[in-house]
């Protein structure tokens, strides 16, 4: 096999694991809203604090799954041969960026969040 098609399947396998972490996180998030309901209708008294920990976790992976994405749109930028692909490259590098910016702040609301919920479903 040529490297071009080994580069592309080991990109699809990442992308493969990057989709698990996405289905992860979002059960993560179903469990992060029961313990806030749980906390609400006086089952869990500690349900607040579970979810505020739940919710910087999902930040927390998600941001790491940003930067992957951002240095990937990086890398490929390096790869691209028109002055259209390089455009398209630099607005998809701009929308990473941005990507990992909005993570940030909101991973940062959270951590110095009251344990309320800062997302808004």
Do not use: P, Q, W
Request: charged letters at 25%; hydrophobic letters at 45%.
């Amino acid at each position: 096999m040529s490297e071009e098609i080994i580069k592309r399947l080991r990109a699809l396998k990442i992308g493969n694991y990057i989709y698990g972490i996405f289905v992860a996180i979002s059960l993560l998030g179903f469990y992060a809203n029961k313990k806030e309901k749980d906390y609400i209708f006086k089952i869990d008294e500690k349900g607040v604090k579970k979810a505020h920990i739940s919710r910087l976790i999902i930040l927390g992976v998600a941001l790491l799954v940003y930067i992957y994405f951002l240095e990937n749109r990086i890398s490929n930028r390096r790869e691209a041969e028109t002055k259209t692909e390089k455009f398209l490259n630099n607005l998809d590098i701009l929308a990473a960026i941005l990507f990992v910016l909005g993570a940030l702040v909101s991973l940062y609301l959270e951590y110095k969040g009251d344990e309320s919920a800062i997302i808004t479903e």
